[in-house]
């Protein structure tokens, strides 16, 4: 098993910037791609960003891409993602979600075996 708890969200005006966080604990010491999915009220749930377990292969949605970057500390077991120029459109629960069967990473939901509570992030116009 393997928990994941999710910081750093918060309110913040269009244009500001936001640095999440995503501890892991329990069986951390088997190797794991990370990913980022964020849900708006009323949306599916959909893919951010994601990062292979060396942190060497990252990959973005389109929506995201130039704005955002994932990156991870293994000795800390984290993940982040930091925004930049944040939109209105990017309100939503941000997740973080752990896959042991893709170590490059994956933008699809069901490839990830353990998710994150969530935390809100919310951008004002």
């Known amino acids: 098993q393997v928990q994941l708890v999710e910081s750093g969200g918060g309110l913040v005006q269009a244009g500001g910037s936001l640095r999440l966080s995503c501890a892991a604990s329990?069986?951390?010491?088997?190797?794991?791609?990370m990913g980022w999915f964020r849900q708006a009220p009323g949306k599916e749930r959909e893919f951010a960003a994601t990062?292979?377990?060396?942190?060497?292969?990252?990959h973005y949605a389109d929506s995201v891409k130039g704005r955002f970057t994932i990156s991870r500390d293994n000795p800390k077991n984290t993940v982040y993602l930091q925004m930049n120029s944040l939109k209105p459109e990017d309100t939503a629960v941000y997740y973080c979600a752990a896959a042991y069967s893709y170590g490059l990473g994956s933008d699809r939901v069901a490839d990830y075996d353990y998710w994150g509570q969530g935390t809100q992030v919310t951008v004002s116009s």
């Open positions: 329990g069986r951390t010491n088997r190797g794991y791609a």
């Open positions: 990062i292979s377990w060396s942190g060497g292969s990252t």
